[in-house]
């Protein structure tokens, strides 16, 4: 077959005078009776196709039409010219067309930014409302920052591994998701809240320098900084390294990628400002502050780094799942953070004031990632778990990994800055899930689809279920 000579619009204007064949959706389209005007729109932009009468069919076309048209690249006439459109200075005048596929009248416009329309319906038509620029600019942007670590890390010598989604749970402090097995009925596995314990057994299994472009699952009720149930980490970890080569690696990485995907924005300072948390929170009321110089302006990237974070914080019954209920204290990271060196002591006589290994990565007043060093000892591990109230049977939930360090452990470490999370501070969107093409909606819907769903009685029954709400 012969291959395709279609163009994008937007090399239009690198063909002039030579016929080209393009193919899109109707934008726009203007009838000014013997011509006929369309905004002919694509993955790379609009350019304007100009259509007389005598081409069949020209008079049926309507908004969304699928088309393919052939035609000449034609200079405007300088009173046409629209500075507008990187494609403004040319036409395509059609010579040919042919309609690939109709469409119905859309249920939302898809040539605004779509801030101003529902956002139940723009979930529900998703795959429409992806149409507009603003969300091809949000995926493109996407790919293109996935893309820059991916590069980035195999270029250190970092390896990209997939951990398991079907698991055991891995507190980070949320609620799981559960999973009912099938083979083993009246079990469940739990969706990972992150990849914390399968990336410290990649240290014990010799990887040293691991990533994932990973997927959360957390059943936490959303906020327009955090997506209801799934969220995606660029999860790193590190071994035979100390804090400061984490945090330095981490900061070169955000500072380059920033410096790539978002070229028009400035970083506020390099190298980033380190804060302790004492000294955020004394100076800034808050353990993520927002260090821009000028919060109105929208190009620019205030990074920051906070260190020093109790270990411990007090525990609440609703913001800690793991533990008793009777202990006094949660961690402030997670129960695999290492407490300072200087500070073990002070696990016994005074926990509150026992600082962690840990690091917040902070932007424009969020906090984009964090992470740690991590405790290989078993003997100081079994430790916070009491601390934390683990009882037996808990502890025995971890018992993998208190082995595993009993087999020779290298001294390891990392962080996991949130990809949506990141993404949604450095473009300034009002909110995480337009960055997300397919966000669940506030009460827990998923996009399009519509799930939750119920299951049918055989389904369940094979499960050993039964619903009784
Ligand atoms: N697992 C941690 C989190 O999801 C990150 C880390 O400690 O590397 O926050």
């Not at 040319?90 to 779509?114: C, M, N, W, Y």
């Not at 920033?258 to 980033?272: L, S």
Request: charge should be neutral.
């Amino acid at each position: 077959m012969k291959e395709s000579m279609r163009i994008l619009t937007s090399e239009t204007p690198e063909h002039e005078g030579e016929e080209v064949e393009l193919c899109g959706w109707v934008h726009a389209r203007r009838d000014h009776g013997k011509i006929i005007f369309i905004d002919l729109r694509d993955r790379s932009g609009l350019v304007q196709v100009v259509f007389s009468q005598d081409i069949a069919r020209a008079t049926e076309l309507r908004l969304e039409y699928v088309l393919k048209v052939k035609g000449a690249v034609k200079k405007r006439p300088a009173a046409m010219v629209n500075d507008k459109l990187p494609t403004g200075r040319h036409e395509i005048e059609a010579k040919t067309l042919e309609v690939l596929s109709v469409s119905e009248a859309l249920p939302l416009p898809v040539d605004t930014d779509g801030y101003e329309v529902n956002e139940e319906t723009r979930l529900k038509y998703r795959y429409l409302d992806l149409r507009r620029e603003r969300m091809q600019r949000n995926m493109r942007v996407r790919h293109a920052a996935t893309q820059f670590i991916r590069n980035y890390l195999s270029d250190k010598g970092f390896w990209e591994i997939e951990t398991p989604i079907l698991t055991k749970t891995t507190p980070e402090g949320a609620r799981d998701f559960l999973v009912p097995s099938r083979l083993q009925p009246g079990k469940f596995y739990a969706l990972p809240q992150s990849p914390q314990q399968y990336k410290q057994l990649l240290m014990v299994a010799g990887v040293e320098k691991y990533f994932q472009i990973a997927r959360c699952f957390r059943d936490e009720d959303p906020r327009a900084d955090r997506a209801y149930g799934e969220f995606t980490q660029l999860d790193v970890e590190m071994s035979f390294v100390n804090q400061e080569d984490i945090l330095e690696l981490a900061a070169d990485l955000f500072t380059k990628l920033a410096t790539v995907v978002f070229p028009e924005k400035k970083i506020t300072r390099t190298p980033w400002p380190r804060l302790s948390h004492k000294e955020a929170v004394s100076k800034y009321g808050s353990d993520k502050p927002d260090l821009r110089k000028n919060k109105k302006d929208p190009d620019e990237l205030a990074f920051a780094w906070i260190v020093d974070f109790p270990l411990f914080t007090e525990q609440t019954t609703t913001d800690f799942f793991h533990g008793s209920g009777s202990a006094k204290f949660a961690p402030s990271h997670h129960m695999f953070t290492a407490p300072h060196p200087d500070d073990i002591a002070l696990l016994d006589s005074d926990p509150t004031k026992v600082r962690g290994l840990q690091h917040d990565m902070v932007l424009n007043g969020f906090e984009v990632g964090g992470g740690s060093i991590r405790i290989h000892q078993p003997e100081v591990q079994e430790k916070i778990f009491d601390l934390i109230g683990f009882s037996a049977a808990q502890k025995k939930q971890f018992e993998h990994m208190l082995k595993a360090f009993t087999y020779g452990v290298p001294p390891h470490g990392g962080i996991a800055p949130g990809l949506d999370r990141f993404l949604y501070a450095a473009l300034g969107e009002k909110s995480i899930r337009e960055v997300m093409t397919f966000p669940a909606s506030s009460g827990g819907k998923t996009a399009v689809m519509d799930a939750p769903s119920e299951a049918d009685k055989k389904q369940l029954g094979e499960l050993g279920l039964k619903t009784i709400a």
